[in-house]
């Protein structure tokens, strides 16, 4: 409702992700690779080329008390992966949590976390 | 209607109900769009009587330049449109493909399961946590994985997971499978942080011994043991 008027851009929650140590990328999300399939103009378009904002997902608290925000991510071996996916919540969280707070629209925010992948040291994106 | 045919039958009056006169479109139900021929008869009947298999015994059918024409132009059409149905507009193929490749990479990801953190929502596709708990069982001597798949374990963050594997059989069974649980386990809580509750492993096959490491080798025969 009024709570949820702005809307926290996946670029954002996306840069928090990727500071993260252990982060090697974002996995896109299935409508955005479809989407991005379907494109005449780029018919080879892979996950590899895609911004890494397709791997955000961002849609309002069914309560419409703020947002949730679902991040899919690739991390790099070597890396405990609940601890990665830890810190990339938290990363997350905070940050959505502070470009609201400037925006005027301090409201509550949920993250989930996914590990898709774990790349090998030498193959991270 | 049959009014300008010269071929028509002279017991045909001119007149608007031609067509339903015709024992050959009498019974026939036309559909929005049929045409009436020059001779009276339907356009979808002349057709229908053309594709038939079974040769025809109607003498109008047979004789009537008006069917025959109408016949020949459409199976003119006809041709043209298998040709054109048989023939992919291009990329439509490459798409079919692009999108089930996409489909099929988020199929192999596999269930997603609670890494074990009981307050944030944290979670591992089944496909990454598998191929590191199959690494963890072949670096045991004498086994090499086959499959494994994971489960989340009622409504906390266990998970259980269910190995097959081959294990070469120098050394008792149960030593190997015991060695590659713990080496699964160690695993799971080290690198991944999986709350592993139960272990399953299946042995499947047998490994064969393995060939002495020299042979077929590029390096320099260093001398044989």
Redesign the interface.
């Known amino acids: 409702m009024a709570a949820t008027a702005t809307s926290p851009p996946p670029t954002v929650a996306a840069e928090a992700a990727l500071a993260v140590p252990g982060v090697a990328g974002l996995q896109p999300r299935?409508a955005r690779?479809?989407a991005a399939?379907?494109l005449?103009t780029r018919?080879e378009t892979t996950a590899g080329r895609m911004p890494p904002e397709a791997g955000v997902r961002t849609d309002p608290l069914p309560d419409g008390s703020g947002w949730h925000i679902e991040v899919r991510c690739v991390l790099v071996e070597g890396h405990?992966?609940?601890?990665a996916?830890?810190n990339v919540?938290n990363q997350v969280r905070a940050t959505v949590l502070s470009y609201l707070a400037a925006h005027g629209a301090p409201v509550a925010v949920?993250?989930?976390?996914?590990?898709?992948?774990?790349a090998a040291r030498d193959h991270t994106s | 209607m049959a009014l300008d045919d010269p071929h028509a039958q002279p017991s045909e009056p001119p007149g608007n109900d031609g067509p339903h006169d015709d024992p050959a479109t009498r019974d026939a139900a036309p559909f929005a769009g049929d045409q009436a021929l020059p001779c009276g008869r339907l356009l979808s009947k002349a057709w229908e009587q053309a594709q038939d298999a079974t040769p025809t015994t109607d003498p109008h059918a047979a004789s009537c330049p008006h069917c025959r024409e109408a016949v020949e132009g459409l199976a003119t059409l006809n041709a043209a449109t298998r040709a054109l149905r048989a023939k992919d507009p291009p990329?439509l193929q490459?798409?079919a493909r692009?999108?089930m490749d996409?489909?099929r990479a988020?199929v192999r990801?596999g269930r997603?399961l609670p890494?074990?953190?009981t307050v944030?929502?944290?979670?591992?596709?089944e496909?990454?946590?598998a191929?590191?708990l199959r690494r963890a069982a072949d670096a045991v001597p004498g086994a090499r994985a086959a499959t494994c798949r994971l489960a989340p374990e009622g409504e906390g963050t266990g998970v259980q997971v269910t190995m097959t594997l081959a294990a070469a059989l120098e050394r008792p069974l149960p030593d190997t499978v015991n060695q590659v649980r713990r080496s699964i386990i160690h695993a799971a809580e080290?690198?991944?942080?999986?709350a592993v509750t139960t272990v399953d492993i299946i042995v499947v096959d047998t490994l064969e011994p393995f060939p002495p490491p020299a042979t077929g080798s590029a390096a320099a025969p260093e001398g044989e043991a």
């Open positions: 299935l690779r479809l399939a379907a005449p018919p405990r992966a609940v601890d996916a830890r919540h949920t993250v989930t976390v996914t590990v898709t992948r774990i | 990329g490459a798409l692009r999108v996409i489909v988020e990801l997603l890494l074990a953190d944030l929502d944290l979670r591992i596709a496909s990454a946590a191929k590191v080290q690198a991944l942080g999986l």
